[in-house]
Structure formats: structure tokens, C-alpha cells
């Protein structure tokens, strides 16, 4: 069993920056690959980016490239997302979540957060 819990949201200004935590419990937790996800009011979820559980490997959706950055830390079993440049159009609720396998896609992962949420705004 994984528990995964966020934090680091908040409101802040367009240009500004943001660093969102999941930190996970759990004694396989550095064995799965982890993502984040976010949902906007009244869209669907959508990929944000993901990291395989080595670390050695990131992926992100197109709106996001170049401007957001995944890490894990194993030791604190704690996943990072370090956000840039934020724009008006990435308030949302952002999700953690972690699976064994890598997806690019909400339905099928096993273990998910609650949410923080994060509102660029001037």
C-alpha cells in the first residue's frame, strides 16, 4: 500500500514560480514510477509529467515542456514538481500518483493523492 500526499500549492502571479511535493508512504514506494496530473474546473484530467522509479528518465505533456521539472528524491521519498514561468492557464488542482508502470494517461494508476491546488492570478 502507497499513501501519497501534496503540498506546495497556493495562488501566485503569472511569471512567478512554484514547487509542488508528494511525499509517499509505503516500503515500495521507490519502486514505482511517479506523475503528476492536473484538472482545471470543468475540463478533464490531463498528464502534467512523469519520472520511472530510477529516476534516470522524465517525461511531460506539451504545455508544460521547458517549464516544468520532475525529481524524486528516493531517500525522502518525496517527488518533486518544480513549476516556471507559470501562466494563468495552468490553475488547477494537481494530483500525484503512482503506479508500476510509466503512463501517460490518468486511468490505470493504482495509487493517487488528494490534491493541491494552484492558482496563477494577477
Known amino acids: 500500500q502507497v499513501q501519497l500526499v501534496e503540498s506546495g500549492g497556493g495562488l501566485v502571479q503569472p511569471g512567478d514560480s512554484l514547487r509542488l511535493s508528494c511525499e509517499g508512504s509505503?516500503?515500495?514506494?521507490?519502486?514505482?514510477?511517479m506523475h503528476w496530473f492536473r484538472q482545471a474546473p470543468g475540463k478533464e484530467r490531463d498528464f502534467v509529467a512523469a519520472?520511472?522509479?530510477?529516476?534516470?528518465?522524465?517525461y511531460y505533456g506539451d504545455s508544460v515542456k521547458d517549464r516544468f521539472t520532475i525529481s524524486r528524491d528516493k531517500s525522502k521519498n518525496t517527488v518533486y514538481l518544480e513549476m516556471k514561468n507559470l501562466k494563468p492557464e495552468d490553475t488547477a488542482v494537481y494530483y500525484c500518483?503512482?503506479?508500476?508502470?510509466?503512463?501517460?494517461?490518468?486511468?490505470?494508476?493504482?495509487?493517487w493523492g488528494k490534491g493541491t491546488l494552484v492558482t496563477v492570478s494577477s
Open positions: 500518483a503512482a503506479d508500476g508502470l510509466l503512463r501517460v494517461h490518468d486511468s490505470g494508476l493504482e495509487y
Open positions: 509505503g516500503r515500495s514506494f521507490g519502486a514505482y514510477a
Open positions: 519520472i520511472t522509479w530510477s529516476g534516470e528518465s522524465t
